[in-house]
């Protein structure tokens, strides 16, 4: 499900989607739709977007079903963040045999194994010949087989844990990008006094371009359009 909130600072509207949804900050994702820095004749406000994860394919599958206790979700999500790229536990292998299977079917074989585990969060790796093109244009391919993953993973009762699926480095790779574009348009727009709208982004990608430009006092950001992949529009203060 999905919700909006606003708040002077992006702690603040985090704070009362946290105290309005009843929900740890740790429950849900949150996508930064635009930001407004406090000014002499206007107040700054932060408009956010929570994701949770009680989606209605998510919810038809009770953790009784798939055979997960609560003290054995509390187990897990208490793990090491880094190390045994192996499964551990039967979520686990479950989810790196569907991924492998998949890129299988797909005609890319490759091996997956466990990059991270995180509170709430687990990593998957692929290590194929064919990572140029399980990435895809803009890393699309990737995101949709993340996607995928992570409605699996519902199926299987754990919508508590979101799946973070990478090869070749390529999320690390992409958000250095980002940054390093967020920085150059900022400079292009403080320069020509106007607006640049960016490429279609999947959320997180957006996310990281606000936040880059979050500090920079005379350039503001907005997300625009319907749809997973929104454009991101780079202003200068007072352009609107």
Do not use: C
């Not at 993973?153 to 940054?179: F, K, M, P, Q, W």
């Not at 350039?219 to 203060?237: A, H, I, M, N, P």
Request: glycine fraction near 8%.
């Amino acid at each position: 499900m999905e919700f909006e909130f606003e708040g002077r600072t992006e702690k603040e509207a985090i704070d009362r989607a946290a105290e309005e949804l009843g929900l740890d900050k740790d429950d849900f994702d949150v996508e930064i739709l635009e930001t407004q820095k406090h000014g002499l004749f206007k107040k700054g406000y932060v408009r956010i977007k929570v994701h949770t994860g009680n989606t209605a394919g998510n919810s038809a599958v009770s953790y009784e079903k798939s055979g997960s206790s609560d003290n054995q979700r509390e187990n897990y999500i208490g793990k090491a963040v880094f190390g045994q790229p192996e499964p551990q536990d039967d979520f686990e292998d479950q989810m790196t045999k569907f991924a492998a299977g998949v890129i299988e079917r797909m005609g890319y074989p490759g091996k997956v194994t466990i990059l991270f585990r995180e509170k709430h969060k687990l990593g998957l790796k692929i290590e194929s010949a064919h990572s140029s093109i399980l990435i895809g244009k803009k890393g699309k391919n990737l995101d949709a087989l993340q996607l995928l993953l992570n409605i699996y993973a519902g199926r299987l009762g754990r919508d508590d844990v979101r799946i973070i699926l990478d090869t070749e480095n390529y999320r690390i790779r992409r958000e250095e990008s980002l940054v390093r574009l967020a920085y150059n348009v900022a400079e292009k727009v403080r320069e020509s006094r106007s607006s640049i709208l960016l490429e279609p982004m999947n959320p997180f990608d957006r996310w990281l371009i606000h936040t880059t430009l979050n500090d920079i006092s005379d350039v503001e950001t907005k997300s625009e359009g319907d749809g997973l992949y929104k454009q991101v529009r780079v202003f200068y203060r007072g352009y609107r």
